[in-house]
């Protein structure tokens, strides 16, 4: 079945450390996303990019980068990861229909 | 930017009764409302949405209900089951160009009692 992959799906750094997540998709969607996501605060939006040549901030980007390797891959970096990074990401796809199609997230814990 | 509040953030109903959660929205032009379901250490999926020329959709035991004028959209689920226990997400989406992406709710955790 047509996927959206995200790895690692767990993560434990420290304060500092540079950490980058990747997900990769075999939708075939042009348009992906990177949300973060915090009890109590729902999903965030960190960036969106709708082709490969495409990189958009979103609500929250600060502290972070992306890089839209291809169509089916595009990966968020922690430059220098700090605590307050704690949370669950997650990777979407879309097609600019409406409809987001997530990944099984990635939880990052920066002690 | 846009903004989208959603209420209320915990909901308990017993078995069968029914549960409706809302959300209002600041920018005009959004013209795309969806509901995600996250049920616990699962990824949020579309359960129903709808789009601005329509003032409600039904799927089931599942509603969503729109008033434009107000700016604010509602999920109705009826007869609820306790597999309907999950965090619920409202979303918007805006009428295109540097809008064109979703910004969601805080999220309701719904929890039903058997």
């Known amino acids: 079945d047509a996927d959206v992959t995200q790895t690692p799906r767990n993560r434990i750094t420290k304060t500092g450390k540079r950490i980058m997540l990747e997900c990769s998709q075999t939708?075939?969607?042009?348009?992906m996303y990177w949300y973060r996501q915090d009890p109590g605060l729902g999903l965030r939006l960190i960036y969106y990019?709708?082709?490969?040549?495409?990189?958009n901030k979103g609500e929250i980007s600060d502290g972070y980068s992306v890089s839209r390797q291809a169509q089916a891959k595009f990966s968020l970096s922690l430059e220098s990861a700090i605590p307050n990074q704690t949370a669950l990401y997650f990777c979407?796809?879309?097609?600019?229909?409406?409809?987001?199609?997530f990944g099984e997230g990635s939880r990052l814990t920066v002690l | 930017g846009e903004n989208v509040e959603q209420h209320p953030s915990t909901l308990s109903v017993q078995e069968g009764d029914s549960a409706v959660i809302k959300c209002t929205y600041s920018?005009?032009?959004?013209?795309?409302f969806p509901w995600y379901k996250q049920e616990l250490g699962k990824r949020p999926q579309l359960i129903i949405d709808?789009?601005?020329?329509?003032g409600e959709k039904k799927d089931q035991r599942i509603a969503v209900t729109l008033n434009k004028t107000a700016k604010h959209f509602s999920l109705h689920i009826t007869e609820t089951q306790p597999e309907d226990s999950a965090v619920y997400f409202c979303?918007?989406?805006?009428?295109?160009?540097?809008?064109?992406?979703?910004?969601f709710g805080t999220g309701t955790l719904l929890a039903v009692q058997p």
């Open positions: 979407a796809t879309g097609t600019g229909t409406g409809e987001l199609f």
């Open positions: 939708k075939g969607h042009d348009r």
């Open positions: 990019s709708f082709d490969v040549k495409d990189i």
């Open positions: 920018d005009s032009a959004s013209n795309y």
């Open positions: 709808i789009r601005s020329n329509v």
């Open positions: 979303a918007t989406k805006g009428g295109g160009g540097a809008t064109n992406k979703l910004i």
